[in-house]
């Protein structure tokens, strides 16, 4: 957000719309980073979550409670996973499949990507690439390396049987919104089985919204860990990590992790997501922005990349001057996450704001 001239404080939201200080309305096509998969305010979703406030919130990891098992009830619907472990933020998601991976393995090697971001704890950051993230917080912690995204060759000489897990998303969504190829996504699931190393997919970002409940999903490979977060709860913090086995008990823990209001909101999520079958519908919402000084636009569904020939600030200025909120993903990509609930009419609305915008800016300067 810090390329808007003006930091915007946004007051309220209704659908895939919020509202300034000011009074004037924007599509929200952020979503809190790909987290209200709902839209804002949406009215069943905030009825259920204000009933479970009044009734409990807390019970603390060491009982169960209703609201877990219903929310257990409703993945069970989208996932066959044995185990979930609740925790608070992707990032606690990716730390708790990190430490799985060792205590699962006995080996100390984690493979990551080149670009890749998983989070900016201490385990998570070691895993993520981009150095102006690490660099001040080094040394990190020790048996990550990086291998490029996308190269089959590197994955080859790289996973050994001192591997613990290599972690990688289905599209790299902070570098830019890029697919992972098949070839490789079924290198690393072939070499890690034949290691004895587990294949940790990162769906923090991508889960719900390429038009399958994972992404993995289209390549038709079975990973050993998958993190969720964003979008599971609609906006109350909650992260899933998907296994099929178990810890034990006092490995690994979390205060909040699996509350009933968290748990609550999961479960209300899934339920309307399913029912209006927002999963699979999001698949045909995907738009490709034709232009000047467009490149291209990648992605999957909606989850949506434009890279731009030129710096992208100027486009999101405009943008949002016409009441249009987009994100970024570097210099030069307009990075969309918006909610699920968005309209095929609205995304075609989308499609026109920016290639107006684009082309009305190139024109100004050529």
């Given at each position: 957000?810090?390329?808007?001239?003006?930091?915007?404080?946004?007051?309220?939201?209704e659908?895939?719309?919020?509202?300034?200080?000011e009074?004037?309305?924007?599509m929200?096509?952020?979503?809190?980073?790909?987290v209200a998969?709902?839209?804002?305010?949406?009215?069943?979703?905030?009825?259920?979550?204000?009933?479970?406030?009044?009734?409990?919130?807390?019970?603390?990891?060491?009982?169960?409670?209703?609201?877990k098992?219903?929310m257990?009830?409703?993945l069970?619907?989208?996932?066959?996973?044995?185990?979930?472990?609740?925790?608070?933020?992707?990032?606690?998601?990716?730390?708790?499949?990190?430490?799985?991976?060792?205590?699962?393995?006995?080996?100390?090697?984690i493979?990551?990507m080149?670009?890749a971001?998983?989070?900016?704890?201490?385990?998570?950051?070691?895993?993520?690439?981009?150095?102006?993230?690490?660099k001040?917080?080094?040394?990190?912690?020790?048996g990550?390396?990086?291998?490029?995204f996308?190269?089959?060759?590197?994955?080859k000489?790289?996973?050994?049987?001192?591997?613990?897990?290599v972690?990688?998303?289905?599209?790299?969504?902070?570098?830019g919104?890029i697919?992972?190829?098949?070839e490789?996504?079924?290198?690393?699931?072939?070499?890690?089985?034949?290691?004895?190393?587990?294949?940790?997919?990162?769906?923090?970002?991508?889960g719900l919204?390429?038009?399958?409940?994972?992404?993995?999903?289209?390549?038709?490979?079975?990973?050993?860990?998958?993190?969720?977060?964003?979008?599971?709860?609609?906006?109350?913090?909650?992260?899933?990590?998907?296994t099929?086995?178990?810890?034990e008990?006092?490995?690994?823990?979390?205060?909040f992790?699996?509350?009933?209001?968290a748990?609550?909101?999961?479960?209300?999520?899934?339920?309307?997501?399913?029912?209006?079958k927002?999963?699979?519908?999001?698949?045909?919402?995907?738009?490709?922005?034709?232009?000047?000084?467009?490149?291209?636009t990648?992605?999957?569904?909606?989850?949506?990349?434009?890279?731009?020939?030129?710096?992208?600030?100027?486009?999101?200025e405009e943008?949002?001057?016409r009441?249009?909120?987009?994100?970024?993903?570097?210099?030069?990509v307009?990075?969309?996450?918006?909610p699920l609930?968005i309209?095929?009419?609205?995304m075609?609305?989308?499609?026109?704001?920016?290639?107006?915008?684009?082309?009305?800016?190139s024109g100004?300067?050529?």
């Open positions: 957000m810090s390329l808007y001239r003006k930091r915007l404080k946004i007051v309220r939201g659908g895939v719309y919020v509202w300034d200080s009074g004037k309305r924007y929200d096509l952020i979503a809190g980073i790909g998969v709902l839209g804002h305010n949406h009215p069943e979703w905030a009825e259920e979550l204000s009933s479970q406030l009044k009734k409990l919130t807390v019970a603390g990891p060491m009982f169960n409670h209703e609201e098992e219903e257990l009830e409703e069970s619907k989208f996932v066959n996973f044995e185990y979930v472990y609740m925790g608070n933020s992707g990032t606690e998601a990716v730390e708790a499949a990190l430490k799985f991976a060792r205590l699962y393995t006995g080996r100390k090697e493979i990551a080149v670009n971001f998983h989070g900016r704890t201490m385990g998570a950051l070691s895993a993520t690439w981009k150095p102006k993230y690490k001040d917080f080094e040394p990190l912690v020790p990550f390396r990086h291998i490029p996308n190269d089959v060759e590197a994955a000489e790289a996973i050994t049987r001192e591997t613990a897990a972690i990688v998303e289905p599209i790299q969504g902070e570098s919104v697919p992972a190829k098949e490789f996504l079924k290198t690393l699931r072939d070499l890690t089985e034949d290691v004895g190393a587990l294949l940790i997919v990162d769906e923090v970002q991508t919204r390429t038009g399958k409940f994972l992404a993995i999903e289209h390549y038709k490979i079975e990973p050993d860990i998958v993190t969720l977060g964003k979008g599971i709860g609609n906006g109350v913090p909650v992260s899933l990590t998907l099929n086995f178990d810890v008990r006092g490995k690994h823990g979390s205060t992790g699996g509350n009933p209001l748990c609550k909101a999961v479960a209300v999520t899934l339920r309307i997501l399913r029912r209006e927002l999963i699979e519908r999001a698949e045909k919402k995907f738009i490709k922005i034709e232009a000047s000084d467009v490149v291209m990648r992605g999957k569904g909606l989850m949506i990349g434009v890279v731009l020939r030129k710096p992208v600030g100027r486009y999101v943008l949002q001057r009441g249009y909120l987009v994100h970024t993903s570097g210099q030069r307009i990075r969309m996450l918006p609930i309209s095929e009419e609205q075609r609305e989308v499609k026109s704001a920016i290639e107006g915008v684009i082309n009305d800016i100004r300067e050529s």
